[in-house]
């Protein structure tokens, strides 16, 4: 990911306001990653080591 990309990930995740909203937005996120890593011939992506969006949990 480009710096640029990062930033937006970020402050788009920052933004999240409910657990499923973010899940949702982390597993359709992953996917891409992973397509993009795989057109470049890279490896496939480990899972997350923690649950980013674990404090939306109630």
């Known amino acids: 990911m480009t710096q640029q990309e990062r ?9 999240m306001k409910s ?6 937005y982390q597993e359709q996120h992953h996917e891409q990653m ?5 057109e470049r011939g890279g490896k ?3 899972q997350p080591r923690r ?3 674990g404090g ?3």
């Open 7 to 15: 930033n937006e990930h970020r402050e788009r995740m920052r933004s």
């Open 19 to 24: 657990y499923e909203e973010c899940k949702a």
């Open 34 to 38: 992973a397509a993009r890593a795989k």
């Open 44 to 46: 496939a992506l480990a």
């Open 51 to 53: 649950d980013a969006c």
């Open 56 to 58: 939306l949990k109630k």
